[in-house]
């Protein structure tokens, strides 16, 4: 799956090296605006790999879920046939494996939902970043001509019009920050969560065997009675 701290790291660089650049050319604002729409046209080319790359992760976990899909039948199948023959510990395997095969079918499935979530909404803020970039570029001459105007007359270099810009890059960069302040705390949060987690699985491999001895009873119950319907006919 792709990685979304990866993305705000990347996005934060970007927004550095535009303000650097815009930095370096404050003696032309109108150079500044250029620079910045070139700079968004180059975050857009990098998001639309990115949704490729999420593409081609969501094919392969949808082909892997068909397979697991296809395993889970085939070791019930194979339970079955254990259980015709009459050998319980075989049976007992095969219905071992079939549920370990349940359970990472049932992880697959819920990330294949989370992932169809991340390609619609990369694919969604491409297509609004790519609208605003179109905008933007039909009045990129008028826009420098402005801004170069603007500071003729006495004015700061910031673009006329959108006098928030500085302040907004501010913002961003504050949110990426807190992001990744979170991302941090989910980190400490993991090592609990996993020691939780190894707990869970000591108490569900002590329930483990009753339910694995539930599954072969219903699964030899289930056998009978098609055997008795067959006697039947």
Known sequence: ????????????????????????AVSDPGQE?????????????????????????????????????????AWQRRAEQAITIGDETLARAALQRKGEITQEREATDEALVQQRKLVEDLRQGITDAKSKLK??????????????????SGGTSTIP?????????????????RLE?????????????????????????????????DALAALKAKMQAKQLEEGKK
Do not use: C, W, Y
Not at 46 to 69: F, P, T
Not at 161 to 177: L, Y
């Open 33 to 73: 605006v250029a620079l910045m729409l070139d700079d968004l046209a180059e975050n857009i080319r990098k998001s639309e790999l990115d949704l490729k790359q999420a593409i081609v992760d969501q094919k392969m976990m949808e082909k892997k879920l068909e397979q697991l899909a296809r395993d889970e039948t």
């Open 135 to 152: 905008a933007l570029n039909l009045r990129r001459g008028t826009l420098m001509a402005q801004a170069r105007a603007h500071k003729q």
């Open 161 to 177: 019009g959108d006098a928030g810009a500085g302040a907004r890059m501010d913002a961003i960069e504050s949110k990426i920050a």
């Open 181 to 213: 302040a979170l991302n941090e705390v989910s980190a400490e949060d993991m090592d609990g969560r996993i020691q939780e987690a190894q707990i869970d699985a000591q108490l569900n491999g002590l329930s483990a065997k009753n339910d694995l001895d």
């Open 1 to 24: 799956m792709s990685e979304k701290p990866g993305l705000f790291r990347r996005l934060k660089k970007a927004i550095q090296s535009t303000l650097n650049d815009a930095v370096e």
